[in-house]
């Protein structure tokens, strides 16, 4: 049989499988081993038949077809080609033999001097030139890998106290040595081991495949998310695509609309490029950034942000599937590095071929990734999209633009019943969005805004601008933002495209003085933009004043091209004016969606707490409360529920967690309060039907997916908003401090329900759930906890420090 001089000696049991074995030739014969047990899976010897090292080429070469080696038909062209591979094929086994997933690795990416083996890379690393192509013999490589494994586990101190051992031993054993006899290359001393170990683009570290971690600025670092998927398909990792090998997938978040669109979106540039649609593999992307406290003890300059990247969260953003690509200090900008990794993110839609590793078989696939979300809290997504946080007058509603009146936003009396007529599956009392007198929560073009945002200050804008101007310079009017306006100013959902919009207007009518700086202003905080961006704006528009329109006055020719060519987005991005995020089509704004543990329970449930203990404070009840509900809440905790992680009132630095168990308590513990000690009948009830609309809303959101019946989350939402606002009444408003500069007519906007933007971005919540599933699949606290403890109590400020931190 032909076979028999192929295959050769069979391996024990007890050895591990060669993971490349072609489907169906698997017959329990295997190639001979070259070495015994005790080698660090490398060859014998130099001389050894199979002993010359392997390419990547040599192994995945085009002159093969595709899929032969794993073709489960017996065919003489089959046959023939896998003859042609099998001694490549013996050689990584003897090589690879007790470390199979080192092979994957180093087949990925080394194609150094035509050499892809470990031995190659150790003699490059101990002879610190990448352009050799000669092999390190058995001892010195086995030696040196050794010290790699062992240098890349340990921590920085730990290493400069073996390199100081290693030191010790090497010159204690140097005067005895054998003449005659070669010594391993043991490096001498830290600097040797850092340059030869880990620390160049020489050693072994740097020249097996591995993220490079780069310096974006000085207070920034990152790596390479290409390089990370890279790693991770050649390692095996279990990714569930969109479109894999089983064709489409529909769990968790594969099968939102979203999820849909996106692999439309990777389709069409598949084909746009001259790939093959139905030949790639499909993956989502989902991106998480925020800051953390890693010290207690001055906590501006030590705090730490983080982006991550989840790749294929289809059961949400899982912590093993999720990578941290940058690192920084809290205190800085971060929007230049999201918008260097957002540049790294785009390609990736386009198709690149990569090495998996999948089900025992390596092979090159075609695949395509896209951004599907991009979660973040408050503070965050308004830094990075340059917009006003959720405390500003305008921007109280996440992604929304419209002046917040505590009068005329929630619903009035005759709307409020109509609500709950609708909730109870009765007719409307009125036609919805007919009513003058409130907005009903709506953020539309309704009456009632007539009176929420009424065009009665002069400090907007009046005097239009030239349309024929704006014509020849290529400008236009944002949607509902023509000036003049008309009695009112209409809410709107923001989008970059209307941001840029407002911008450009806003800086040609500064730049050729028809509005004054006032008037600038107030048009662009109809827009909620940043107050970094309105500077921008003002700033850039005094530059041009005195360049072009200078000119202009003096009747130089070409003036208006030149304009044109100054208030192009390139150009303004350029400058600075427009932020690079703005004009970025990888992830849209209402992509940057709300996180569920920061809106309902770090934001919402902590409110509805203060909101309570202030109540129950103002009738001097707290104490006794405390005395009555805490054995209970003692003896609760004691059962160690992983579901209701409560503890004792009041509460004292709780996380996520706490509150959701407080949560679940909450109906119950109100109750208590209501039937034994509460005074205040009044009182009591508006605070029965807060606790018990928050409960059914609550309950409403979290099991919602993108299924399910959006009028009846959005009448939950407002009808807890209604009671919010009922409870209200029943604060003692006196004791509370106002805001800085706030009128004692607006004093009712200090209540907690109206301070932030939680409450009223709840109705966010709606269609979140319709495009991108369900909250729970969002939820990020379990990472944001590891990454917590990784960074915990250091002080490092520079980024040579993050760099070490991502590196190894």
């Avoid at 908003?721 to 029943?730: D, G, I, Y």
């Amino acid at each position: 049989d032909d076979n028999d001089d192929i295959m050769m000696d069979t391996i024990d049991d007890d050895e591990v499988e060669f993971p490349f074995c072609p489907d169906g030739q698997d017959d329990g014969q295997h190639d001979e081993v070259v070495g015994t047990v005790d080698d660090l899976w490398l060859p014998l010897s130099d001389t050894s038949e199979f002993g010359q090292e392997v390419t990547y080429e040599d192994f995945v070469n085009d002159t093969f077809s595709s899929g032969s080696y794993y073709s489960s038909q017996s065919s003489d062209q089959t046959y023939f080609e896998w003859n042609a591979i099998l001694p490549f094929v013996r050689h990584l086994r003897s090589v690879f033999r007790h470390n199979p997933v080192a092979c994957r690795y180093f087949l990925q990416e080394i194609r150094c001097c035509g050499r892809a083996g470990i031995q190659s890379v150790v003699h490059r690393a101990t002879e610190g030139d990448l352009y050799l192509s000669d092999l390190a013999g058995t001892e010195d490589t086995t030696s040196l890998l050794l010290l790699t494994k062992i240098m890349t586990s340990l921590s920085v101190q730990d290493r400069a106290h073996l390199m100081k051992y290693l030191e010790g031993v090497v010159n204690a054993i140097i005067p005895i040595i054998i003449p005659g006899k070669k010594m391993p290359r043991i490096p001498n001393g830290p600097k040797d081991s850092w340059k030869v170990v880990i620390g160049s683009d020489t050693s072994v570290y740097g020249q097996i495949p591995h993220e490079a971690v780069k310096e974006v600025d000085r207070n920034h670092v990152s790596l390479s998310v290409n390089d990370m998927i890279n790693t991770q398909m050649a390692l095996g990792a279990d990714l569930n695509f969109i479109v894999g090998d089983n064709g489409r997938d529909r769990t968790g978040i594969n099968g939102t609309p979203e999820a849909e669109a996106a692999l439309a979106r990777m389709r069409h540039k598949i084909q746009a490029n001259g790939g093959d649609p139905d030949n790639t593999l499909y993956g989502l992307i989902a991106i998480w950034s925020d800051g953390f406290v890693v010290s207690w003890v001055k906590q501006k300059d030590n705090s730490c942000w983080t982006l991550t990247v989840t790749l294929c969260p289809t059961e949400g953003m899982n912590p093993k599937d999720t990578h941290a690509i940058a690192l920084g200090l809290s205190k800085y900008d971060h929007s230049y590095t999201v918008s260097q990794i957002m540049k790294q993110l785009e390609p990736l839609e386009n198709g690149i071929v990569r090495l998996w590793s999948s089900g025992g078989r390596l092979r090159l696939v075609n695949t395509a990734f896209a951004v599907i979300c991009y979660p973040a809290d408050k503070p965050e997504r308004g830094s990075l999209t340059s917009t006003l946080g959720h405390t500003g007058n305008t921007s109280k509603r996440g992604n929304y633009v419209g002046r917040w009146s505590t009068q005329f936003i929630p619903s009035c009396a005759r709307c409020s019943s109509n609500l709950v007529m609708r909730a109870l599956n009765n007719d409307s009392i009125i036609d919805v969005g007919t009513c003058e007198q409130c907005c009903d929560w709506s953020y539309t073009d309704r009456k009632g805004w007539e009176k929420a945002w009424p065009v009665t200050s002069d400090t907007y804008p009046s005097e239009p601008l030239d349309e024929t101007l704006m014509q020849e310079l290529g400008i236009k009017w944002p949607e509902n933002r023509k000036v003049p306006f008309e009695s009112y100013i209409k809410p709107m959902e923001q989008t970059f495209s209307w941001l840029i919009e407002g911008v450009k207007v806003a800086l040609l009518a500064l730049a050729i003085r028809i509005w004054n700086k006032g008037q600038t202003t107030a048009y662009l905080n109809s827009f909620a933009v940043s107050t970094k961006v309105i500077k921008a704006t003002v700033s850039d528009a005094d530059t041009l004043y005195k360049e072009i329109v200078g000119a202009a006055r003096h009747r130089r020719e070409g003036w208006q091209d030149n304009l044109k060519q100054l208030l192009t987005t390139t150009a303004l991005t350029s400058r600075g004016v427009i932020p690079e995020m703005w004009v970025q089509k990888l992830v849209s704004l209402s992509c940057f969606i709300e996180l569920p543990m920061h809106e309902i329970f770090l934001g919402a449930i902590q409110t509805i707490y203060e909101v309570i203990e202030e109540y129950i404070k103002s009738n001097k009840e707290w104490e006794k409360f405390l005395a009555m509900v805490n054995p209970f809440l003692t003896e609760i905790k004691l059962f160690r529920l992983s579901w209701c992680k409560l503890e004792p009132l009041p509460k004292s630095s709780w996380i996520s967690e706490n509150w959701i168990a407080y949560m679940r308590c909450l109906p119950w513990l109100v109750g208590i309060y209501i039937r034994n000690i509460g005074s205040d009948e009044v009182g009591n009830a508006a605070l029965a039907r807060l606790i018990h609309t928050l409960d059914v809303m609550v309950s409403q959101l979290m099991c919602a997916d993108q299924n399910c019946d959006e009028e009846k989350l959005t009448l939950s939402i407002k009808i807890f908003l209604n009671c919010c606002v009922e409870f209200s009444n029943h604060l003692d408003r006196k004791k509370r401090k106002r805001r800085k500069n706030q009128s004692p007519e607006s004093q009712k906007d200090a209540d907690p329900f109206y301070v932030k933007g939680n409450f009223i971005s709840l109705l966010n919540l709606v269609r979140q759930i319709k495009r991108f599933g369900k909250l729970v699949w969002y939820w990020v606290s379990y990472h944001v906890y590891c990454f917590d403890q990784f960074f915990y109590m250091t002080n490092k400020k520079c980024s040579t420090y993050f760099r070490l931190r991502m590196g190894i």
